[in-house]
């Protein structure tokens, strides 16, 4: 699977999470490929909402969220967060703007809490770096 989303974002969240320690480039590409997954299948339940709805069109509520925040406050750049909507769905889908932003918030939300968990882990190893490993770690144990 390409990963759509790019290191960078992914990595300033991982920092924000991190306090004084490290990051290495294997932890963000290792969460961004992980982001992406489950934005994917994310999607897919959307598709599925919406299609019970009898909506060719994915809306915000179609990811559980009732607000939608501002675009600028998130570090998810939207248009990547759209091709990750658009990998698991069928082409006649149509993702709303608001449902793009909803995705990126829902998927920054799940990428703090695993960063802040993978800090947490490097921290127990006694590290100064979050690694790869760290993520990793996090999803053999809570997922």
């Not at 969460?31 to 598709?47: F, K, M, S």
């Not at 149509?94 to 809490?113: G, P, Q």
């Not at 127990?124 to 993520?135: L, S």
Request: aromatic letters at 4%; hydrophobic letters at 45%; charged letters at 35%.
């Amino acid at each position: 699977m390409n990963v759509e989303l790019p290191f960078a974002p992914v990595d300033s969240i991982i920092r924000r999470n991190a306090g004084d320690l490290r990051v290495s480039a294997d932890a963000a590409e290792e969460l961004a490929e992980r982001i992406q997954e489950h934005g994917a299948a994310l999607a897919v339940d959307a598709a599925r909402r919406a299609s019970e709805d009898g909506r060719k069109t994915l809306m915000a509520e179609d990811f559980g969220v009732e607000r939608v925040v501002d675009r600028e406050s998130l570090e998810l750049p939207i248009a990547p967060v759209d091709r990750i909507a658009r990998l698991e769905i069928d082409d006649r889908y149509r993702v709303s703007m608001d449902a793009r932003v909803a995705l990126a918030d829902v998927l920054e939300e799940y990428a703090d809490n695993v960063a802040e968990a993978a800090a947490t882990l490097a921290r127990h190893a006694d590290r100064r770096t979050v690694k790869a490993e760290d993520v990793k770690t996090y999803f053999s144990l809570f997922e």
